[in-house]
């Protein structure tokens, strides 16, 4: 059972589209990550959200922590192909000590 | 800032055969985290270290799969003996220990591929 459900699992759109990925549990989460990863390379933390409601954003992407801190959102405007990658969301369970991650998003941009 | 540093980058070996992953984290973190991420999944926990002590390995097979951090720095992984089943990506990562999100840096991976 995964504590984080990540859809949709695959996504393929077309350049200058918009998109949102969502990130879902039934826990109370204390903190809440996004990673990219790329093929061959380690993920690589985009944001992290500490508070119930939290909307940050990085140039073309933006993250939103739901406001009971059980989901979040992230939502890429006008998605180019370096937007390309596997997604992950990856949070730290209130009163637990660790990092569970999501099963991904795989996000394809075509040119 | 050097990043994490993971060697080798790829490893093939036959099933029953042993292997053994190095991971250098960046410098001044003390926490670190062998991650083992299967193909199309994301990465799954399999031990944290605090310096050189355990902090969570409950989801280490123990009964093949062995790590150590000695002096607090690098720190193995070791399958002994490896099983097919085992093929995925080994990455390791580090935090700073005041980090309360558990914000962390990943090394490239190692992908191991048991035949």
């Known amino acids: 059972t995964q504590l984080l459900e990540q859809s949709p699992q695959f996504l393929s759109i077309q350049e200058g589209e918009n998109l949102t990925v969502y990130c879902n549990s039934s826990s109370v989460f204390s903190s809440l990550q996004w990673y990219r990863q790329e093929p061959g390379e380690g993920p690589v933390l985009l944001v992290t959200v500490v508070t119930g409601g939290e909307v940050k954003k990085l140039k073309r992407l933006t993250f939103q922590f739901g406001d009971a801190r059980k989901d979040s959102s992230l939502h890429i405007t006008a998605a180019q192909p370096g937007d390309t990658g596997l997604y992950l969301c990856?949070?730290?369970?209130?009163?637990?000590?660790?990092?569970?991650f999501g099963q991904g998003t795989r996000l394809t941009i075509n040119p | 800032e050097a990043g994490v540093a993971q060697s080798p980058r790829y490893k093939i070996i036959e099933k029953r055969q042993s292997v053994a992953f190095w991971c250098n984290p960046i410098?001044?973190?003390?926490?670190l985290y062998w991650y083992q991420q299967i193909l199309g999944q994301g990465p799954k926990l399999l031990i944290q270290f605090q310096n050189n002590g355990v902090v969570d390995d409950s989801q280490l097979p123990k009964d093949r799969f062995s790590a150590e951090r000695l002096k607090g720095v690098d720190s193995t992984l070791k399958i002994q003996p490896a099983k097919l089943e085992d093929s995925a990506v080994y990455l390791c990562?580090?935090?700073?220990?005041?980090?309360?999100?558990?914000?962390?840096?990943f090394g490239p991976g190692t992908r191991l591929t048991v035949t």
């Open positions: 410098s001044g973190h003390a926490t």
């Open positions: 990856a949070g730290v369970i209130q009163g637990a000590q660790k990092l569970v």
């Open positions: 990562a580090s935090s700073l220990f005041s980090s309360r999100s558990y914000e962390q840096y």
